[in-house]
C-alpha cells in the first residue's frame, strides 16, 4: 500500500548569502527597520510559507502538475560550511510522482540530475544517478524540486516576487 504523503526537503537555495537573505534585507532596509529588531526566525517562516505558495503557482504554470506543500517547516544547519536551509514538508505521493514523470522526460532535468548524482573532489554523492532516476527511498522529488527551485529562483525571486512579513521582536513592535 502507497503512503498517502511522503515527507521531503526543498533546497530552495537558503538564507546564507543568497537571493533570499537579500530580499529580506532590501524589506528591512525598505521599512527602515533596525536589523537587531527583526525576529528573523519568525521572519523566514513568512517567507518559506509565501515562498511554497509561490512556488505551487509556479509548477502549476510551467508543469502543469498541482501540487500541494504541507506542514512548511525551515531546517537551518548549526553550521553553513557545509549545508544551507532547506524547507521540510510533506507532499502528496501521487503529486510528487506526477511531477517526476514530467521531469524524467526532460533532458536538461536530466543533465542536472546527473550532475548532482556524480562524485567528484570535495563531494560525495549518496545516490546514483539510476538510484535517484528509479527514486530509491523517495529522494528524486528532492531533486526535481531542487532543479525546479533554481529556475523558479531565476525568473521570480530574484524580482521580488515573493511577499512575506517581517516580524520584529516583541520588545521592538511599533506602536
Do not use: W
Not at 500541494?68 to 524547507?87: A, E, G
Not at 530574484?158 to 520584529?168: G, P, S
Amino acid at each position: 500500500m502507497t503512503k498517502k504523503y511522503i515527507r521531503t526537503s526543498i533546497n530552495f537555495g537558503g538564507f546564507y548569502e543568497s537571493i533570499h537573505d537579500s530580499n529580506i534585507d532590501y524589506m528591512v532596509e525598505a521599512y527602515e527597520y533596525k536589523f537587531e529588531d527583526v525576529d528573523y526566525k519568525k521572519t523566514f517562516q513568512s517567507y518559506i510559507k509565501e515562498y511554497c505558495y509561490n512556488l505551487e503557482s509556479y509548477i502549476s504554470d510551467e508543469y502543469l502538475i498541482d501540487i500541494y506543500f504541507k506542514k512548511i517547516k525551515l531546517y537551518s544547519p548549526q553550521y553553513y560550511n557545509y549545508d544551507t536551509d532547506v524547507i521540510d514538508c510533506i507532499i502528496n505521493t501521487n503529486e510528487a510522482q506526477s511531477l517526476n514523470e514530467v521531469l524524467k522526460k526532460d533532458d536538461e532535468f536530466l543533465s542536472f540530475l546527473k550532475d548532482r548524482t556524480t562524485s567528484c573532489s570535495g563531494f560525495v554523492s549518496f545516490y546514483t544517478y539510476d538510484d535517484a532516476l528509479n527514486n530509491k527511498d523517495n529522494k528524486l522529488i528532492m531533486y526535481v524540486l531542487e532543479y525546479i527551485c533554481n529556475k523558479f529562483n531565476n525568473k521570480e525571486v530574484v524580482y521580488n516576487e515573493i511577499e512575506f512579513d517581517i516580524h520584529l521582536l516583541k520588545d521592538k513592535q511599533v506602536a
